[in-house]
């Protein structure tokens, strides 16, 4: 029993030890708890609320937290970040401004320049391409250049060819030659004939776009040939050949087609809506699937006078230089026009401009955190600028980022469409008089109509509006709103006028406890 009695005291006396140690802890922690939970007030205070406003961006603001009444919070406006209701000046705290990221760039003159796009094909210089069309009846003897797309210097052999025409020219050539050296010790006026019958005999050949070469063959060898070799008029490719081995051909059928695919033609589409900024002359760079990063330098040539109707594109027609025979025609291309670089405009960078659709407007920064909402004009349109017409001076700093979370956090809508704010200083429910902001009464319900979403009350005096005591009808936003209350029963609302004279009630709060309707005792 001494041994049990001994355990016994040990064990209470570790328990005693163990209570006692966590008393001691608890009340010396209590202190620096308390200093916390006294400096956590002394934190939030810092920045002084001034009102609460609407999150819809309503003009209803309120003193005390509240809920709209879709349940949402209102949202609290600090000191400093008012809005101005005279001036439509915005103030935003240091630290919001940083949070937001806001960065403004200075509004400047400066050289505008857009880039216009468009894609085309490339297409054979038109006034590079050569035929060669026959001014004679005849029969392709031979072929020297058979296959389409085969490269050809000036003056090389194309085909021979048989004419009946041809053999008869040369054959009246021959019989002048000899008649010139017949009659050369005869009369002047028998060697002046001859002469004139051989020189016409040469002429007929030469119409006939006989070769040079040909001809001095002719007069050096003084012996007619059954064919004649035509030549190519140009350096080029073959781009058409219908001249087939034996076939027959009329005066003026073209046999070949030739071109100088040294430089080419881009025919571009240009949209609609960019034809006005483009003209002759313009630099273009011209990038081809074929050739992926490379570039090509051409430039505008002609602006084809027509729109097609279905794509509602114009077309431009720019030259480029091939030197090296690399670019093919029919080549898809894509091209950039730089369009612009005339004077010099005041411009502001895109993203500071704030587009309804139906005005436009930019923020310009008064001060550090000070920012004013501005309408401007616009003008012409660039890559990254825009051209302001009026409404911002050069120099002055507008909004680039953050402008549209600015818009959001100031309730710009509203200060823009003319609403005022609130009061800079805190006020009391009871000094809010003015036409929008909300109201509280007490009163008790005379009659529901779920349909019409109207309720009657019989409310007491209204400070705020400095009505005495009646009986009036008033609106509900919705039916779900007056759930639970019932004819009789003794309420607590709040109102706003919606309109002159239309009352609509933005909260109902549940009767008090302990009363019934009526004003009877719930028991």
């Known amino acids: 029993m001494n041994a049990v009695?001994?355990?016994?005291?040990?064990?209470?006396?570790?328990?005693?030890?163990?209570?006692?140690?966590?008393?001691?802890?608890?009340?010396?922690?209590a202190p620096s708890q308390t200093n916390a939970a006294r400096s956590a007030p002394a934190v939030a205070d810092q920045r002084k609320i001034l009102y609460y406003r609407n999150p819809m961006g309503l003009p209803d603001t309120s003193a005390v937290p509240k809920k709209d009444p879709m349940g949402m919070d209102y949202i609290p406006v600090y000191e400093g970040e008012e809005t101005h209701a005279s001036t439509g000046e915005i103030r935003i705290t240091t630290e919001k401004v940083q949070r937001l990221g806001v960065r403004t760039e200075a509004a400047a003159?400066?050289?505008?320049?857009?880039?216009?796009?468009?894609?085309?094909?490339?297409?054979?210089?038109?006034?590079?391409?050569?035929?060669?069309?026959p001014k004679f009846e005849g029969w392709i003897e031979r072929l020297h250049v058979s296959t389409t797309g085969q490269q050809v210097a000036r003056g090389q052999p194309l085909m021979e060819v048989y004419s009946p025409e041809l053999v008869t020219a040369q054959e009246e050539y021959l019989i002048a030659a000899r008649g010139?050296?017949?009659?050369?010790?005869?009369?002047?006026?028998?060697?002046?004939?001859?002469k004139q019958l051989m020189a016409s005999a040469l002429a007929r050949l030469r119409n006939w776009d006989i070769s040079d070469g040909e001809l001095q063959r002719l007069e050096r060898e003084r012996t007619v040939r059954r064919t004649?070799?035509?030549?190519?008029?140009?350096?080029?490719?073959?781009?058409?050949?219908?001249?087939?081995?034996?076939?027959?051909?009329?005066?003026?059928?073209?046999?070949?087609?030739?071109?100088?695919?040294?430089?080419?033609?881009?025919?571009?589409?240009?949209?609609?809506?960019?034809?006005?900024?483009?003209?002759?002359?313009?630099?273009?760079?011209?990038?081809?699937?074929?050739?992926?990063?490379?570039?090509?330098?051409?430039?505008?040539?002609?602006?084809?006078p027509t729109v097609t109707p279905e794509t509602r594109t114009g077309k431009a027609r720019i030259e480029l230089a091939n030197p090296g025979g690399q670019l093919k025609p029919a080549m898809y291309?894509?091209?950039?026009?730089?369009?612009?670089?005339?004077?010099?405009?005041?411009?502001?960078?895109?993203?500071?401009?704030?587009?309804?659709?139906?005005?436009?407007?930019?923020?310009?920064?008064?001060?550090?955190?000070?920012?004013?909402?501005?309408?401007?004009?616009?003008?012409?349109?660039?890559?990254?600028?825009?051209?302001?017409?009026q409404g911002v001076k050069a120099g002055e700093a507008v909004v680039v980022t953050a402008n549209f979370l600015i818009d959001a956090e100031s309730n710009?809508?509203?200060?823009?469409?003319?609403?005022?704010?609130?009061?800079?200083?805190?006020?009391?429910?009871?000094?809010?008089?003015?036409?929008?902001?909300?109201?509280?009464?007490?009163?008790?319900?005379?009659?529901?109509?779920?349909?019409?979403?109207?309720?009657?009350?019989?409310?007491?005096?209204?400070?705020?509006?400095?009505?005495?005591?009646?009986?009036?009808?008033?609106?509900?936003?919705n039916a779900a709103l007056a759930a639970g209350v019932k004819t009789g029963s003794k309420i607590t609302f709040e109102f706003v006028e919606r309109a002159p004279g239309e009352y609509v009630i933005t909260k109902i709060d549940p009767p008090p406890s302990g009363k019934g309707p009526a004003g009877h005792s719930g028991h």
């Open 5 to 29: 009695a001994r355990t016994i005291l040990m064990v209470a006396a570790v328990g005693a030890a163990l209570a006692a140690g966590y008393w001691w802890g608890a009340h010396r922690g």
């Open 109 to 133: 003159y400066r050289t505008l320049t857009r880039t216009v796009r468009a894609v085309g094909t490339l297409q054979v210089d038109e006034g590079r391409i050569s035929t060669v069309a």
């Open 180 to 194: 010139v050296e017949s009659v050369r010790e005869g009369a002047p006026e028998i060697q002046a004939s001859m």
């Open 228 to 304: 004649i070799t035509l030549h190519s008029p140009v350096s080029g490719v073959v781009v058409e050949k219908p001249a087939l081995k034996g076939m027959r051909f009329m005066p003026g059928e073209a046999l070949y087609r030739i071109s100088d695919l040294s430089s080419l033609w881009l025919l571009a589409d240009i949209f609609e809506q960019d034809l006005g900024l483009v003209r002759p002359g313009q630099a273009a760079k011209i990038m081809v699937n074929a050739f992926p990063g490379r570039t090509y330098s051409g430039k505008v040539a002609f602006l084809y």
């Open 333 to 389: 291309a894509s091209v950039e026009l730089a369009a612009g670089g005339g004077r010099k405009v005041l411009a502001v960078p895109g993203s500071a401009v704030i587009d309804s659709g139906v005005r436009q407007m930019v923020l310009v920064q008064l001060a550090e955190g000070r920012f004013e909402p501005r309408a401007v004009r616009l003008g012409a349109r660039a890559d990254d600028y825009i051209e302001i017409t």
């Open 412 to 477: 710009l809508k509203a200060a823009l469409s003319g609403f005022q704010a609130a009061p800079r200083a805190a006020v009391e429910p009871q000094a809010i008089t003015a036409s929008g902001v909300s109201h509280r009464a007490e009163g008790t319900v005379e009659s529901i109509d779920a349909k019409a979403n109207t309720i009657s009350l019989a409310h007491g005096p209204v400070p705020t509006l400095k009505w005495p005591a009646m009986t009036m009808e008033f609106r509900l936003p």
